[in-house]
């Protein structure tokens, strides 16, 4: 199976490609795309969606794995982060690719075992599964790359859930 992870963000989307076969992860691509501050909103929002329409038809993932917001001070960063991620949404169901949604301490747990972990150690936990010789930077591109490898581990189980509440 291959996994687009996605680690939404307006200033920095981090993103990563990982094929998944058996319980073996192997890293195809991972990056992180940026945008100007001197760019209008809409420009920055038009720039995500292009450059991830991109990925997605060079790379052709299966399943895309976002991570759900979790703000708890600035609303003004959070709504320019949700459309961002709505953004992001948008090109993986226009490509056709289904979108599943993990909450930071589902990433974490699915990780580490713990989903209260540092972020230090999550994004050695990325490197070991993926066998890199260091961890990816930007931190939203290893973020990504936790994303994609939580939904490995738990999309299956994901997919029982969401056809149970569509009633199939």
């Known amino acids: 199976m291959r996994i687009l992870g996605i ?3 307006y200033a920095i989307m981090g993103w990563g490609i990982i094929d998944m076969q058996g319980n073996h992860f192997k890293a195809v691509a991972y990056d992180s795309i940026t ?6 909103p809409v420009d920055r929002l038009k720039c995500i969606y292009n450059e991830l329409m991109g990925i997605i038809a060079e790379y052709r993932p299966e ?3 976002i991570e759900e917001l979790f703000f708890n001070s600035n609303t003004t960063t959070a709504i ?3 459309e ?5 949404m948008l090109a993986c169901a226009n490509s056709g690719v289904g979108v599943y949604e993990y909450t930071p301490l589902q990433i974490k747990q699915a ?6 972990a540092e972020k230090k150690q999550m994004q050695e936990m ?7 010789e260091k961890v990816p930077k930007p931190d939203d591109t290893a973020d990504a790359l936790a994303a994609a490898i939580c939904h490995g ?3 299956s189980y994901t997919d029982r859930m969401k056809k149970i509440r569509k009633g199939i």
């Open 63 to 65: 399943v895309a794995s």
């Open 111 to 116: 990780l580490t075992g713990y989903g209260r």
């Open 126 to 132: 990325v490197r070991m599964f993926l066998n890199l």
């Open 80 to 82: 320019m982060v949700g």
């Open 84 to 88: 961002a991620r709505g953004v992001a």
């Open 35 to 40: 945008t100007s501050k001197d760019l209008e």
């Open 7 to 9: 680690d939404p963000g």
């Open 153 to 155: 581990h738990s999309g």
